[in-house]
């Protein structure tokens, strides 16, 4: 997997390269036109910022064998029943919106095999609409533990989020609290877990990606 040991995610360098360059330019004319200062220091706040909504923190995983912990670092928008078409069964949503100020790498939540992948280009909705869920692009993966419990998770771009990155693929083998991609600049993450699972969040709740727990396995 990418990104493991880079203090920043490494999809984030042609855009820091780009503002860098516009920054040092700018701020070369500022010398000889007074006028070029105000674009320097903006560039040079642009550059920082995404410098800051690419940093790649370092996260550990609780030491729970059943645990779920969250993809994403955001809020939990919703948390209830759910049809998954792709297992075509009744299942718990839980849904994390991150704002363009949260961490972007997403992981993984449970060690599991991805026995199925799927990919759904669409529109760019804010993530909050409720038909979101079923009209924006959307990357997901179909993962099964070792004692062959299946859940999901799925990337949905949102109103700002036009790039979804995802490393795994069908038949990885994924270890729980792992970097296995990201966002681009505001979006949502969506798992599904089997009904019985006991949730740890509710509405409301700040979620840390590979380190807050969403619910026990059963």
Known sequence: MRNTHTPIAAEGFPFIAAAGAVTIISGLLS?????????????????????????NPRRVPPAIENAVVAPADGVVIYLGPSREEHL?????????????????????????RVIDTFYTKGKFLDVRDERATFENEQAGLVL????GVKMVVVQVAGLIARRIVCYARKG???????????????????????????TRVKLGDKTVAGETILGMLQ
């Open 31 to 55: 010398a000889k036109f007074i006028v070029a200062a105000p674009l320097a220091l903006l560039a040079l706040a642009v550059t920082l910022f995404i410098c800051f909504f690419f940093r």
């Open 88 to 112: 075509g069964d009744e299942m718990l949503k839980i849904s994390i919106f991150m704002s363009v100020f949260n961490v972007h790498i997403n992981r993984v939540p449970m060690t599991a």
């Open 144 to 147: 099964e533990s070792a004692s």
């Open 172 to 198: 990885d083998l994924l270890e729980r609290g792992k970097r296995y991609g990201l966002i681009r600049f505001g979006s949502r993450l969506d798992v599904y877990l089997p009904r019985n699972s006991e």
